[in-house]
């Protein structure tokens, strides 16, 4: 956006998907660009969950949440709602019935891992004096780490920082040691392997790892572990793996005394240019 925002410059969008995104559909800067693309020609969609606002309004058509009112300004189900409805116009787009059959699931199966929250809060208690952390994943669950650093950040006040496997190793790596504790997002799919193979190389540094995934393999690396759902689908674990990053954070701020739903600094919306 800040190609248009900050810059003033014109893209050629007229063959081009523009989708926007925002739960209260008042960013200004996706707003923005939702309107250059239809100057331009372009299909426009807006992803919302606030009809008839600026955004749902501008856009040619509207893919609407209908996940209720987000009262939290940490806005967990935004999330995971905006999350589903991409990965529901990615299956159409592709005609993917497979995916589709599967995505039906996934509430019920989020629902399910609501239900380990006390696993999830005894873990968080084992580090609830914890200042700083590094998030990993790889993958589609990059996002979910993200997500996770994200959260740790504005409910617990903890300074976490998020990177795919690939990026730690360069640079960043030169950090870790015994004081800072790692959370790492693996699930079993095609990215195992490289998280394995981060998991290894930080036990021999020293350092403390929780562990997210559903590999019996990456037990054997874990301080602690947290369980996620079996499933043999790569592109549905980020829903898993995203929940148990928010339960995360949720029980972290609560162990601490803070409320969640109501960090400092922070305003419900934010409609940046």
């Given at each position: 956006?800040s190609?248009?925002?900050v810059?003033?410059?014109?893209?050629?969008?007229?063959?081009s998907?523009i989708?926007?995104?925002?739960?209260?559909?008042?960013?200004?800067?996706?707003?923005?660009?939702?309107?250059?693309?239809n100057?331009?020609?372009?299909?426009?969609?807006?992803?919302?969950?606030?009809?008839?606002s600026?955004?749902?309004?501008?856009?040619k058509?509207?893919?609407?949440?209908?996940?209720?009112?987000?009262?939290?300004?940490?806005?967990?189900?935004t999330?995971?709602?905006?999350?589903?409805?991409?990965?529901?116009?990615?299956?159409a787009?592709?005609?993917?019935?497979?995916?589709?059959?599967?995505?039906?699931?996934?509430?019920?199966?989020?629902?399910?891992?609501l239900d380990?929250?006390a696993?999830?809060?005894?873990?968080?208690?084992r580090?609830?004096?914890?200042?700083?952390?590094?998030?990993?994943s790889?993958?589609?669950?990059?996002?979910?780490?993200?997500?996770?650093?994200?959260?740790l950040?504005?409910?617990a006040?903890?300074?976490?920082?998020?990177?795919?496997?690939?990026?730690?190793?360069h640079?960043?790596?030169?950090?870790?040691?015994?004081?800072?504790?790692?959370i790492?997002?693996?699930?079993?799919?095609?990215?195992?392997?490289?998280?394995?193979?981060?998991?290894?190389?930080l036990?021999?540094?020293?350092?403390?790892?929780?562990?997210?995934?559903?590999?019996?393999e990456?037990?054997?690396?874990?301080?602690?572990?947290?369980?996620?759902?079996?499933?043999?689908?790569?592109?549905?674990?980020?829903?898993?793996?995203?929940?148990t990053?928010?339960?995360?954070?949720?029980?972290?701020?609560?162990?601490?005394?803070?409320?969640?739903?109501?960090p400092?600094?922070?305003?419900?919306?934010?409609v940046?240019?």
């Amino acid at each position: 956006p800040s190609i248009i925002t900050v810059y003033g410059r014109k893209l050629r969008l007229e063959r081009s998907l523009i989708i926007g995104i925002s739960q209260s559909g008042e960013a200004k800067d996706v707003l923005s660009f939702i309107m250059h693309g239809n100057e331009c020609g372009a299909a426009t969609v807006a992803v919302t969950n606030t009809k008839n606002s600026p955004l749902d309004r501008e856009a040619k058509y509207k893919l609407r949440l209908y996940a209720g009112v987000e009262e939290s300004v940490a806005a967990t189900k935004t999330f995971t709602a905006e999350m589903y409805i991409l990965a529901l116009l990615f299956a159409a787009l592709g005609d993917d019935c497979e995916l589709s059959e599967k995505l039906r699931k996934v509430p019920e199966a989020i629902r399910r891992q609501l239900d380990n929250r006390a696993a999830v809060a005894e873990v968080a208690g084992r580090y609830m004096d914890m200042q700083e952390c590094f998030v990993l994943s790889r993958g589609v669950n990059y996002a979910t780490a993200a997500e996770a650093a994200l959260k740790l950040q504005e409910t617990a006040y903890i300074r976490a920082r998020a990177y795919p496997v690939s990026d730690f190793y360069h640079g960043p790596l030169a950090l870790a040691d015994r004081c800072i504790p790692f959370i790492i997002f693996a699930p079993e799919g095609p990215a195992l392997d490289k998280s394995v193979e981060i998991c290894r190389r930080l036990r021999e540094i020293g350092s403390e790892l929780i562990i997210v995934s559903n590999s019996p393999e990456l037990r054997l690396y874990a301080n602690e572990f947290i369980e996620l759902p079996e499933e043999d689908c790569d592109f549905i674990s980020p829903f898993y793996s995203a929940v148990t990053a928010q339960l995360f954070a949720f029980e972290a701020a609560r162990l601490k005394g803070l409320d969640p739903d109501r960090p400092k600094n922070i305003k419900k919306i934010t409609v940046t240019l």
